[in-house]
C-alpha cells in the first residue's frame, strides 16, 4: 500500500459513498450542497481530493478506514442518528420521515439491541431513536448505558415505545432518556424536537 497520502489522491462520489457506509446519492447531496468539497472532471463527475474527504468524515465524526488516516476519530457526529427497533417496517418508516425532514442527515437503523450498540461504537450519532422491547439487550438496559458511560458520547435519546406500564416515562427518563414518546407516534413531534437538538449543537 502506498504511505504517501496526499491531496494529489482522488476519489469519485461513488468511492466516497462506499467509504463512508452512504449510497452514492447521499454522497452526491454533500457535495451539491457544499457539506463536501469537490470539483468537476471535464465530463461533468465529481471528484474528491483525499484531505477534503478526511476533513469532511472528522467534522461529522465518521470513523476514518486506516487508509485515509493513520488516526480514527471517536468524536460525536452531530449529522447522524441511529434508528432502533425490531419493527422493521416502521424503522423504515422513521428513516424515510427523517431523510426528507432532514436531507442531509446520516440515518443508521438497528434492529436489536446488541447490533444497535455495535452501531454506536462505530458511528457516534448525536441522536438515537430507541424502542424499549428489544431482542438482546432491552432499551432500559442501552438507554442506561448510552447515557451513563463515556464510550458512547452520551448521545441524545429519544424514546418510542408501545409498551404501557404506571410510571414508565419517569422509569426511562430517570435512566437518562431525553424525552418520551408513545406509539402510535406522532412523526412530526419527533423531528421538531430533533431541530431543537440541531438549535443546540449550534448554539
Excluded at 504517501?4 to 476519489?11: E, M
Excluded at 471517536?74 to 427497533?85: R, T
Amino acid at each position: 500500500m502506498a504511505k504517501d497520502l496526499n491531496k494529489t489522491v482522488v476519489y469519485s462520489a461513488l468511492e466516497v459513498a462506499n467509504i463512508c457506509g452512504v449510497v452514492n446519492q447521499t454522497a452526491i447531496n454533500w457535495i451539491r450542497n457544499g457539506h463536501l468539497k469537490a470539483f468537476s472532471t471535464p465530463g461533468g463527475q465529481y471528484r474528491v481530493y483525499r484531505d477534503d474527504l478526511v476533513q469532511f468524515m472528522q467534522s461529522r465524526g465518521m470513523r476514518i478506514p486506516n487508509e485515509l488516516s493513520a488516526e480514527v476519530v471517536g468524536e460525536k457526529s452531530n449529522n447522524s442518528i441511529l434508528i432502533v427497533d425490531d419493527d422493521k417496517g416502521l424503522n423504515a418508516v422513521l428513516g424515510k420521515y427523517l431523510e426528507k425532514v432532514f436531507p442531509d442527515l446520516i440515518i443508521h437503523q438497528a434492529f436489536d439491541g446488541f447490533e444497535a450498540g455495535a452501531k454506536m461504537v462505530e458511528t457516534h450519532p448525536f441522536c438515537v431513536l430507541l424502542d424499549l422491547d428489544l431482542p438482546g439487550l432491552n432499551g432500559f438496559d442501552l438507554c442506561a448505558r448510552l447515557k451513563q458511560t463515556e464510550e458512547f458520547n452520551k448521545p441524545y435519546v429519544i424514546i418510542i415505545t408501545a409498551l404501557e406500564e404506571p410510571n414508565l416515562e419517569k422509569k426511562v427518563k430517570d435512566l437518562g432518556a431525553d424525552l418520551f414518546f408513545q406509539k402510535p407516534l406522532h412523526l412530526k413531534e419527533i423531528t421538531d424536537s430533533m431541530k431543537s437538538f440541531f438549535e443546540s449543537l449550534s448554539d
